[in-house]
C-alpha cells in the first residue's frame, strides 16, 4: 500500500513533515517515508493519491467502556456473555469508523473487551486495537457494586483478583479509589480503598510489568494512591494545587473525562436518571476548574470518555467531544492532539508502535481536508480511516 500527496502530520514536533508518501507492508507497518515523486509503485501495490490532504496518526482513545448500559440501574451482572458481546462489537466499530483505531478500556462486563481483542486477532471482527483491563476490581459496596466488576477485600482478596484479570489476559488492572457520580447518594469525595488494598494491586501489576488504572474523584485519594504506585488517574473532579503539582512531579497520566460533567443533553437522550445527571452537573465546575489546575501545573493529559467513544455527541465522536472540551479548557492544540496520539501511546506502553506516522509504527492513519494543526475542529470531517494498512472507510 502507497500513500501519496499527503501532508503528513508531526504530532511529536507539531510540523508538518517534508516526506509526502507513507508506505505500509502487507502486515500493516510503515516501512518508508518519502517523496511522491520518487516512492515508485512496486508491482500491484494499491496506490492511494490524497491530493494534498493531511495524514493524521489514527486516534486513541483511553477510558472506554464498551459494554456500559445506559442507564446504568439496568445493568443486568448476570448477562448472558452472549449479549454483552453484540452491544459491545456494534460500539467498537462504531469507534474505529470515526477513526478510533486504539483504545484502552478501563472495566469491561464479563471481559468482553480481552474477548474482542481475541476475535479480531482471528479475523472474525474487525474493532479497534484493543488495551484491556477486563474487568475492574472493586471492593463489594463501592464504585462498582452491581455493574459486574471483580469484587474483593484487603490485601490479599485484591492481590488475587488483580492475578486473576491479568492471567485472563489483562493489560492493566482498573480499581476505584473514590466514588463517584453514578447512583444517587455516591459521592466522589469518599475514599474507598485502604492502603493495603491499593498495594496488593499494585504488587500483582508490577509483578506482571504492567500498572494501575484508578478511577480517582479526590485530593486525598489521588494523594494516597501516587505514594502507593498508582500511574493512571481518572476523572479529577475536584482537585487541589498541591495534588496537581504531585501528579506533575511523579509524572503520571490524567484522563480527565471532562465529557462527564458537561453532556447533559447526551445524558437524557440515553435516559440516564435524574440523580446522575444530577451529581454530574453539580461538580461540573469544580472539575473544570480542577482540569486547569492540572493544565497548568503540567500533568500529562490523556484522551478519556468514560462512554463508548465513537458514540456521538455534539455530531462529533465522544473522544472528539473530549478532545474539544479540554483544548477549551486551556490545553494548548499541540497538546490536545497529543493526548489522543502520542501521550496516549506512551500510556499504554506503545510509544514505539502507535501515535505517530513513522518508520516502524502501524499503518493506523485518518486523513482529512483541514490541518489540525491549526485547528483539532478539523478532525471532525475523516476522508480516509485506515487500520493497519487496511482501509475501514473511504470518502475520497
Ligand atoms: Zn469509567
Request: charged fraction near 25%; proline fraction near 3%; aromatic fraction near 6%.
Amino acid at each position: 500500500m502507497l500513500i501519496t500527496n499527503a501532508k503528513i502530520v508531526d504530532v511529536l514536533a507539531g510540523a508538518i513533515k517534508s516526506e509526502d508518501a507513507v508506505r505500509i507492508s502487507a502486515s500493516g507497518e510503515i516501512t518508508e517515508l518519502g517523496k511522491s515523486t520518487t516512492l515508485n509503485r512496486s508491482g500491484d501495490e494499491t496506490v492511494i493519491d490524497l491530493d494534498g490532504r493531511y495524514l493524521f496518526p489514527g486516534l486513541i482513545s483511553c477510558h472506554s467502556h464498551l459494554s456500559v448500559v445506559f442507564p446504568f440501574s439496568l445493568t443486568d451482572p448476570n448477562e448472558d456473555p452472549a449479549l454483552t458481546a453484540f452491544r459491545a462489537a456494534e460500539r467498537a466499530h462504531e469507534a474505529l469508523a470515526s477513526g478510533i483505531t486504539t483504545l484502552r478500556s478501563v472495566h469491561e462486563q464479563n471481559q468482553v473487551d480481552l474477548y474482542l481483542r481475541r476475535a479480531a486477532k482471528a479475523g472474525w471482527f474487525q474493532g479497534p486495537r484493543i488495551f484491556g483491563a477486563g474487568r475492574a476490581l472493586s471492593t463489594p459496596d463501592g464504585h462498582g457494586a452491581g455493574s459486574a466488576c471483580s469484587y474483593a477485600k484487603d490485601f490479599n482478596g485484591f492481590y488475587k483478583a488483580a492475578i486473576g484479570e491479568l492471567d485472563d489476559g489483562a493489560d492493566h488492572l482498573k480499581i476505584f479509589i473514590t466514588g463517584g457520580l453514578a447512583r444517587a447518594g455516591e459521592r466522589p469525595e469518599d475514599p474507598e480503598m485502604t492502603d493495603d488494598e491499593i498495594r496488593g494491586v499494585v504488587k500483582a501489576a508490577e509483578e506482571r510489568n504492567t500498572y494501575v488504572v484508578a478511577h480517582a474523584g479526590e485530593s486525598a485519594a489521588i494523594q494516597q494512591a501516587l505514594r502507593l504506585g498508582v500511574r493512571s488517574f481518572e476523572h479529577g473532579y475536584v482537585m487541589d494545587q498541591a495534588t496537581v503539582d504531585a501528579m506533575a512531579a511523579k509524572d503520571v497520566f490524567y484522563s480527565p473525562t471532562l465529557c462527564v460533567t458537561r453532556s447533559e443533553s447526551w445524558m437524557r437522550e440515553k435516559g440516564f436518571e435524574e440523580a446522575s445527571i444530577q451529581n454530574c452537573l453539580a461538580v461540573a465546575d469544580r472539575h473544570l476548574a480542577s482540569v486547569k489546575l492540572a493544565i497548568a501545573a503540567g500533568v500529562k493529559m490523556t484522551n478519556g470518555t468514560d462512554y463508548p467513544p465513537g458514540d456521538l455527541v455534539d455530531g462529533a465522536s465522544a473522544a472528539l467531544h473530549e478532545l474539544f472540551l479540554m483544548h477549551g479548557a486551556g490545553l494548548s492544540t499541540l497538546k490536545s492532539l497529543q493526548s489522543i496520539t502520542t501521550t496516549a501511546a506512551s500510556l499504554i506502553k506503545q510509544e514505539d508502535k502507535l501515535g505517530q506516522i513513522a518508520k516502524g509504527f502501524f499503518g493506523d492513519l485518518i486523513a482529512m481536508r483541514g490541518n489540525p494543526l491549526d485547528d483539532p475542529q478539523n478532525l471532525r470531517e475523516l476522508d480516509l480511516v485506515m487500520q493497519g494498512g487496511r482501509v475501514v472507510a473511504n470518502r475520497l
